[in-house]
């Protein structure tokens, strides 16, 4: 093994300038209407694409994992905040998986 | 300043499920971390330095195998190089004058997560919100990953299962309440899902890498909507864009 140290700091430097330079390097609002759609769609693709299937893979089952999207789909639907709909997702999910389905 | 305080506890609450869930994730992280023989100290200035799920379980494998620094500096790359559209998003979410060092801090925090709640705020993101959320979700991290080194398998699984869930819950959370406004956005989200879905399962692209998929599936779909469905109003990545109006182009 290298040095553990070299490594993390190779890691972390690599990591915050892919975070940090669209931030310091566009300072300015996009005026282009096609890029300005292009970064107001992005958050609802990425989130939508890291969820789905994944979560399906998440827990023990694909059951379970279906169940605690769906439940928080329809919480999240009718105007429930952020921490009911994650707080009711894992409490669904551990009662399921306690029943092993 | 009230506002700023204002907006730092209004972080820290949305805040809270992400560090529950984060404390789950990097505990298992922890385990991992253990099992290729890396020290507490080290494992808990990776996760505290880091901040990021996929890079690190990734780290832990080049780190194993002793390959060279420059291929941990292009894993790395690649692997988070789904947080460079992310910050693409978030500098057009910031006033315009928003200071240099505000910026380099925010930095710091374009994780999924705290992505996915910084979006979600109506109108300007103020820093503040950010620093909210990371002043509770990196120390879960951190700490998470210490404990999973020091103790090891002490929580039971279906807690670790329950809890990764969260994250989950929280995107969902984000994105279904304006797509019950916007029919459009709706349906962007189910072909989304679709075609992740597709990418996941056929074995055709069982050779791209989870961090790949997401980007090409992003800069795709998110591309192929704004030139099929331009929207010329508000903010780009902000979910409600009625109310912005006056703070956010009063200053601008």
Same mark, same amino acid.
């Given at each position: 093994?290298?040095?553990?140290?070299?490594?993390?700091?190779?890691?972390?430097?690599?990591?915050?300038?892919?975070?940090?330079?669209?931030?310091?390097?566009?300072?300015?609002?996009?005026?282009?209407?096609?890029?300005?759609?292009?970064?107001?769609?992005?958050?609802?693709?990425?989130?939508?694409?890291?969820?789905?299937?994944?979560?399906?893979?998440?827990?023990?089952?694909?059951?379970?994992?279906?169940?605690?999207?769906?439940?928080?789909?329809?919480?999240?639907?009718?105007?429930?905040?952020?921490?009911?709909?994650?707080?009711?997702?894992?409490?669904?999910?551990?009662?399921?998986?306690?029943?092993?389905? | 300043?009230?506002?700023?305080?204002?907006?730092?506890?209004?972080?820290?609450?949305?805040?809270?499920?992400?560090?529950?869930?984060?404390?789950?994730?990097?505990?298992?992280?922890?385990?991992?971390?253990?099992?290729?023989?890396?020290?507490?100290?080290?494992?808990?200035?990776?996760?505290?330095?880091?901040?990021?799920?996929?890079?690190?379980?990734?780290?832990?494998?080049?780190?194993?195998?002793?390959?060279?620094?420059?291929?941990?500096?292009?894993?790395?790359?690649?692997?988070?190089?789904?947080?460079?559209?992310?910050?693409?998003?978030?500098?057009?979410?910031?006033?315009?004058?928003?200071?240099?060092?505000?910026?380099?801090?925010?930095?710091?925090?374009?994780?999924?997560?705290?992505?996915?709640?910084?979006?979600? @705020?109506? *109108?300007?993101?103020? #820093?503040?919100?950010?620093?909210? /959320?990371? &002043? =509770? +979700?990196?120390?879960?991290?951190?700490?998470?990953?210490?404990?999973?080194? @020091?103790? *090891?398998?002490?929580? #039971?699984?279906?807690?670790?299962? /329950?809890? &990764? =869930? +969260?994250?989950?819950?929280?995107?969902?959370?984000?994105?279904?309440?304006?797509?019950?406004?916007?029919?459009?956005?709706?349906?962007?989200?189910?072909?989304?899902?679709?075609?992740?879905?597709?990418?996941?399962?056929?074995?055709?692209?069982?050779?791209?890498?989870?961090?790949?998929?997401?980007?090409?599936?992003?800069?795709?779909?998110?591309?192929?909507?704004?030139?099929?469905?331009?929207?010329?109003?508000?903010?780009?990545?902000?979910?409600?864009?009625?109310?912005?109006?006056?703070?956010?182009?009063?200053?601008?």
């Amino acid at each position: 093994m290298r040095d553990t140290l070299v490594y993390i700091a190779v890691m972390a430097v690599v990591t915050y300038l892919i975070r940090v330079l669209p931030l310091t390097l566009i300072r300015r609002e996009v005026r282009n209407v096609t890029v300005r759609s292009f970064l107001y769609y992005i958050p609802y693709v990425t989130l939508s694409v890291m969820t789905f299937p994944a979560i399906l893979d998440s827990t023990g089952s694909q059951i379970s994992g279906f169940a605690g999207l769906a439940a928080a789909v329809a919480l999240a639907w009718f105007g429930a905040s952020l921490f009911s709909v994650a707080a009711a997702a894992c409490a669904l999910v551990f009662v399921m998986e306690l029943f092993a389905l | 300043m009230a506002d700023h305080r204002k907006h730092f506890f209004s972080g820290m609450r949305d805040g809270i499920p992400i560090a529950l869930g984060y404390f789950a994730v990097s505990f298992t992280l922890g385990i991992a971390c253990r099992n290729i023989g890396l020290s507490a100290f080290d494992s808990t200035l990776m996760s505290f330095t880091n901040l990021t799920s996929a890079g690190e379980f990734a780290a832990l494998g080049i780190m194993a195998a002793g390959s060279s620094y420059w291929e941990m500096a292009l894993s790395q790359l690649v692997i988070n190089l789904r947080y460079m559209l992310m910050s693409c998003s978030l500098s057009q979410k910031m006033a315009p004058d928003t200071p240099m060092y505000h910026r380099l801090l925010v930095g710091y925090g374009v994780t999924d997560e705290i992505f996915g709640i910084s979006v979600n @705020v109506p *109108g300007r993101l103020d #820093p503040f919100y950010v620093y909210g /959320a990371v &002043s =509770v +979700a990196s120390p879960a991290w951190a700490l998470g990953t210490l404990f999973g080194v @020091v103790l *090891g398998n002490v929580l #039971p699984a279906r807690i670790v299962i /329950a809890l &990764s =869930v +969260a994250l989950y819950g929280m995107f969902i959370a984000i994105i279904v309440p304006p797509a019950r406004k916007d029919r459009l956005l709706g349906m962007l989200i189910l072909v989304s899902m679709a075609l992740s879905w597709i990418f996941a399962r056929l074995p055709l692209f069982s050779g791209i890498s989870g961090g790949m998929k997401i980007i090409i599936l992003t800069v795709l779909i998110s591309g192929a909507a704004a030139f099929l469905f331009p929207v010329d109003r508000g903010l780009a990545g902000c979910a409600s864009n009625t109310d912005d109006k006056g703070e956010g182009e009063g200053h601008a």
